[in-house]
């Protein structure tokens, strides 16, 4: 069965940086563009990212554009967000998600989820 | 991006009816078909139950179903049960690659 666990999550101070990972399993990796949404604590749900199937095409929400970064190894079915100059606001649980359709953005099969936090 | 506008909460008894709507612009909602919805329980991953406005993903209960009309989309939810109390949640591709949430109606089934 599909499955997605992420990892990574932590205390960080403003202004640090911070790396999540996905791994995945269960389904053909490589075929999928990759999405991470996250959800603050309290609050609704909010895209952040999308990689493409073979890594060449990235895209962020505007409050992460330019501080974060998505990529994936798919020869370790592993898809990472590197987070760098956090802010208070991006505390929350962050999920990897794929979609039903290889390239689409309705979000089928979730992780359970790593918290951050950025705390001084 | 601006979040799409979901009333906070929304009630009803079980056996009841209850629409939730989901209220964008022309560049989410209204200018593409690819309207979402998820439930998502208290400290629970959301669990998508409509996508594409219509259509329901392999394991949804047929009581959930989706429409949309110009910039608003709707759920509803018919024959309300207990486990239908929930967080729910629509989103919308918002074209260049992009995908908007609104910000969530409280369900609870009284």
């Known amino acids: 069965q599909v499955q997605l666990v992420e990892s990574g999550g932590g205390v960080v101070q403003p202004g640090q940086s911070l790396r999540l990972s996905c791994a995945a399993s269960?389904?053909?990796?490589?075929?999928?563009?990759i999405h991470w949404v996250r959800q603050a604590p309290g609050k609704g749900l909010e895209w952040v990212a999308v990689?493409?199937?073979?890594?060449?095409?990235?895209y962020f929400g505007d409050s992460v554009k330019g501080r974060f970064t998505i990529s994936r190894d798919n020869s370790k079915n592993t898809l990472y967000l590197q987070m760098n100059s956090l802010r208070p606001d991006d505390t929350g649980v962050y999920y990897c998600?794929?979609?039903?359709?290889?390239?689409?953005?309705?979000?089928?099969?979730w992780g359970q989820g790593t918290l951050v936090s950025v705390s001084s | 991006q601006s979040a799409l506008t979901q009333p906070p909460s929304a009630s009803g008894s079980p056996g009841q009816s209850v629409t939730i709507s989901c209220t964008g612009t022309?560049?989410?909602?209204?200018?593409?078909?690819?309207v979402s919805w998820y439930q998502q329980h208290p400290g629970k991953a959301p669990k998508l139950i409509i996508y594409?406005?219509?259509k329901r993903p392999s394991g949804a209960p047929t009581r959930f179903s989706g429409s949309k009309s110009g910039n608003t989309a709707s759920l509803t939810v018919s024959g309300l049960l207990a486990e239908d109390e929930a967080d729910y949640y629509c989103s919308s591709y918002a074209g260049n690659n992009r995908e908007v949430f609104g910000g969530g109606t409280k369900l609870t089934v009284l």
């Open positions: 990689i493409s199937f073979n890594g060449r095409n990235k």
């Open positions: 022309s560049s989410d909602v209204g200018g593409h078909n690819y």
């Open positions: 998600a794929r979609p039903i359709t290889t390239g689409g953005f309705d979000f089928e099969f």
């Open positions: 594409e406005v219509t």
């Open positions: 269960g389904f053909s990796f490589s075929d999928y563009a």
